[in-house]
């Protein structure tokens, strides 16, 4: 199952509205992504506070709720590790992070779902509160993945919130096909 590669190049939602989940990341005020981040994590512990057993289930194509909370999880906190080096070196060059290797590695759809809740708000906090230590110029300080996207501390916060806002769409339309009902989940 491969669902966007770290070497799948994301960053045009810096530039237009994502068409799938309809978020606007130009919009995203800087000083708004430490409390966009913790409202996000607490979207998603609604999420993982559903059945362990739908939680497990992968619609069609997709990944699981659980595997999505799972990478979102570990999205904080290679963002939060990527953060750091932005604001401790100059220019950093990010190491690549394979997320599928990552998801079949750490057996994803085997982790507890209260588990992988509490590390997820617990990281999602680390990557707010240092979200919250960055002021004036700091927010323009550089970091370059391998693949050349190259972004300032203020780009890097904006695409970040992306992902897991993202996520929890293809969870509310995941858990839309699984039991066929109209409401959606976080
Ligand atoms: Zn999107």
């Known amino acids: 199952l491969t669902i966007e590669p770290d070497n799948k190049d994301w960053t045009w939602v810096l530039e237009r509205p994502c068409a799938e989940c309809g978020f606007d990341a130009s919009a995203v005020a800087h000083e708004t992504i430490a409390p966009l981040t ?16 739908l ?11 659980l595997e999505y909370a799972c990478h979102v999880r570990d999205v904080f906190w ?6 750091l080096l932005m604001l401790n070196e100059d220019d950093p060059l990010f190491a690549n992070w394979d ?11 085997e982790q507890d779902p209260s588990t992988v809740g509490q ?12 979200f919250e230590t960055v002021s ?5 300080r550089r970091g370059r993945r391998t693949d050349g996207a190259a972004f300032t501390v203020a780009s890097f916060g904006r695409y970040m919130i992306h992902d897991p806002l993202h996520h929890l769409s293809d969870v509310a339309e995941g ?8 409401d959606t989940v976080g």
């Open 38 to 53: 913790r409202a996000t994590a607490a979207r998603w512990l609604l999420v993982l506070a559903e059945p362990t057993s």
């Open 55 to 65: 939680l497990r289930r992968r619609p069609e194509g997709r990944w699981s709720a």
């Open 78 to 83: 290679l963002f939060d590790h990527r953060l």
């Open 99 to 109: 997320q599928d290797r990552s998801a079949a590695a750490d057996r994803y759809n």
């Open 119 to 130: 590390e997820l708000v617990v990281t999602a906090r680390s990557l707010a509160a240092n």
């Open 136 to 140: 004036g110029p700091m927010w323009r």
């Open 175 to 182: 858990f839309n096909r699984l039991s066929g009902r109209a």
